[in-house]
């Protein structure tokens, strides 16, 4: 059936803790992936992708984790800042041109 | 930084009316594609577009919708007769390839259908 709208989980950190995202993806056959931040009123913007020849790249203060054995993606944010607030998407590429995007996830920063 | 941009930002339609939603994808860009995200959802693949024509639609992307690159530059959504379910937000992307490459978003139209 239809979801009405989907209850999106939240994590709430305090300023200047890491932030630990975590997502769950459903085709073995994906061999990409990447992570957006979506800020209110705006599109999915690109913060960090990886391989499935890899299991773990950094960014900027940023760092993806792949887990294929059990299909589980994380993102890990180093200090996190007030300017991080937003929900964040993980999406994986089946080997075809679509995206496949998760339910996401709400990050809020507190000082 | 190039970026993806869309208009209009916000689009308000009756019921049946058809509706234009234009993209200007990043200019070295070959790949293009559309997505939606109904309020409160997930964002949802609607097509891929590549060499002038479809290269990849899901099953949302039903007869009332069509896409089109006229020029050089831009790169449309019509969506012939609107239903109020069509109501969402509308993303434009592209990428310089096609697979294993980051999609580039527009901060997308808002269609309203009344």
């Known amino acids: 059936g239809e979801s009405v709208g989907l209850h999106l989980p939240t994590l709430s950190v305090q300023e200047g803790d890491n932030s630990i995202i975590n997502c769950a993806y459903s085709n073995s056959a994906s061999d990409y992936f990447i992570w957006y931040k979506q800020e209110s009123g705006k599109g999915p913007q690109f913060i960090i992708d990886i391989r499935s020849n890899m299991d773990k790249r950094q960014g900027q203060r940023v760092t993806v984790l792949l887990n294929k054995t059990v299909k589980h993606l994380s993102l890990q944010i180093a200090a996190t800042q007030p300017g991080d607030s937003a929900v964040y998407f993980c999406a994986e590429n089946p080997n075809t041109d679509k995206l496949i995007f998760g339910t996401g996830t709400r990050l809020q920063v507190f000082p | 930084e190039p970026e993806v941009t869309q208009t209009p930002s916000h689009q308000v339609t009756q019921m049946g009316q058809e509706v234009i939603l234009r993209c200007v994808p990043i200019s070295n860009h070959l790949y293009f594609y559309w997505y939606r995200q109904i309020l409160g959802q997930k964002v949802e693949f609607l097509v891929s577009?590549?060499?002038?024509?479809?290269?990849?639609k899901s099953e949302i992307f039903d007869d009332q919708f069509s896409v089109e690159r006229p020029d050089g530059s831009n790169f449309t959504l019509k969506i012939r007769s609107t239903k109020l379910e069509d109501s969402a937000m509308y993303f434009c992307?592209?990428?310089?390839?096609?697979?294993?490459?980051?999609?580039?978003f527009g901060d997308g139209t808002r269609l309203s259908i009344l």
């Open positions: 577009f590549y060499n002038n024509e479809i290269s990849e």
């Open positions: 992307a592209s990428t310089r390839d096609s697979q294993n490459q980051p999609q580039h």
